[in-house]
Nanobody, 122 residues
Framework: QIQVEESGGGLVQTGGSLRLSCVTSGSFFRLHSMAWYRQTPGKQRELVAS???????NYADSMKGRVTISRDNAKDMVNLQMNSLKPEDTAVYYC????????????????WGQGTQVTVSS
């Protein structure tokens, strides 16, 4: 069974920092793109940042300059360093893993973690 687990969420003051981590475990051929999303009740889930297997990154415009996504392929892990946090950053942050199960299959499937709560107080 493939499992995606986030950690590192919590309560922080405005202007503070948090570092989120996500580890993917199980049997698969390769982890391709990994990404962080966030969602607030009543709002659509939105992309925060993503990173490819080779390390190419993409950030939401609202997050640029404040977050950095990185990965360690040997550990099947992705991190999200968040700085200068604002109350509007309060949300549940989800990790998404794009997995290729077999080397002879090109199909990739998305797997999601349960999410980790980030609360920024004013």
């Amino acid at each position: 069974q493939i499992q995606v687990e986030e950690s590192g969420g919590g309560l922080v003051q405005t202007g503070g920092s948090l570092r989120l981590s996500c580890v993917t475990s199980g049997s698969f051929f390769r982890l391709h793109s990994m990404a962080w999303y966030r969602q607030t009740p009543g709002k659509q889930r939105e992309l925060v940042a993503s990173i490819t297997f080779a390390g190419s990154t993409n950030y939401a415009d609202s997050m640029k300059g404040r977050v950095t996504i990185s990965r360690d392929n040997a550990k099947d892990m992705v991190n999200l360093q968040m700085n200068s946090l604002k109350p509007e950053d309060t949300a549940v942050y989800y990790c998404n893993a794009e997995i290729q199960h077999r080397s002879w299959e090109s199909r990739r499937d998305d797997y999601w973690g349960q999410g980790t709560q980030v609360t920024v107080s004013s």
